[in-house]
C-alpha cells in the first residue's frame, strides 16, 4: 500500500475517500473545519488561531471578522440531522467550557477590552457528497 503525503492546501489527499469522511469522526471534524474556515474566510474573517485546547475547553477556530471584532467559532459537523439540528450539539455544557478556553486565551495573549462575540459553524455533509455550511453570529454569550 503506497501512502501518501496529505496536501498543505485545501482539497483532500487523494488517500481520503467520503466513505473514509463517512466513518472517522475525527477526520469528519476536521474536514468540517476547514470547510467552516474556508466559508468565513471567504466573508472577509481573518484566522487568528485554530483548534486551541487547554485544560479549561476548547476553542475551535479564533477569528477577526471586517470589523475588528474578535470571533471565538464552535464548528459542528454531522452526516445527517435525523434525531436533531447539528447546531443542537452546543449544548449548555459545552458553552461553559467554550467560555473558560476564551478566559483562558484572553489571560493568556493580554487581551481585553475588544469587542468579541461567540459564532457557531453548522457543517452538514449528506450521503450525496453535497455540504452544506450554516454560520450562526453572535449565537451565544462569551
Excluded at 86 to 108: C, D, N, P, S, W
Excluded at 113 to 140: Q, T
Amino acid at each position: 500500500m503506497i501512502w501518501l503525503r496529505r496536501r498543505r492546501h485545501g482539497r483532500m489527499p487523494m488517500w481520503w475517500t467520503r466513505r473514509t469522511l463517512l466513518t472517522d469522526p475525527q477526520r469528519l471534524g476536521r474536514w468540517g473545519e476547514r470547510k467552516a474556515e474556508q466559508t468565513l474566510r471567504r466573508k472577509g474573517f481573518k484566522t487568528i488561531a485554530r483548534n486551541l485546547r487547554s485544560s479549561l475547553g476548547e476553542i475551535d477556530l479564533v477569528m477577526l471578522d471586517g470589523d475588528g471584532v474578535l470571533v471565538f467559532v464552535e464548528v459542528k459537523t454531522r452526516q445527517d440531522e435525523r434525531f436533531q439540528p447539528v447546531e443542537a450539539a452546543v449544548t449548555y455544557a459545552k458553552r461553559l467550557r467554550i467560555r473558560r478556553a476564551i478566559a483562558g486565551f484572553l489571560r493568556q495573549r493580554r487581551l481585553s477590552g475588544l469587542p468579541m462575540r461567540c459564532d457557531v459553524v453548522a457543517v452538514l455533509l449528506d450521503r450525496d457528497g453535497r455540504s452544506e455550511v450554516r454560520h450562526y453570529e453572535n449565537a451565544f454569550v462569551p
